[in-house]
């Protein structure tokens, strides 16, 4: 499989280290007052490479939350892995809906079947959407690194 850019990678990592301290599990990131859409990272479940993180924007539409887009990504973490980033779904809702698995599992958690060619432009498409994320939310490693010693103070 294809792991996300460097660039992404960093995006990603700071995204992932910023849920695990707002409680593990979910977090909302919106540091544009309304400018740009909220960026929601959810730890959805782990395979046997890793955790399954969804980084997602929404809108609604019709009183119906809609995904612009919601992809999932293995975060490798699990033993021998190196921490990369492997985009797996990719879905965009709206009157033009795109819903592609590029990765699909077996029953004990193992990917069983890999569209590469699909994979590696979820790579591609995750690469560039995470530095826009990055600029758009201000993620800087200044930025991450206010954030995360804000909430170990309030945590304490």
Known sequence: MKPVNKAGKEVL?????????NGGYHLTIDNTDGTYMPVHVEIIGNCSIGDLVSVAHYYEQNGDMMRDPDMVFIYANGEGYTGQWYPISFRQDGCMGVDQESVTFNDRGEPSRIRRRQQAQHATFAGQWMRNIKCQQGLTAKATGIYMATMKESAA
């Open 13 to 21: 990592d700071r995204m992932y280290a910023m849920t695990k301290l």
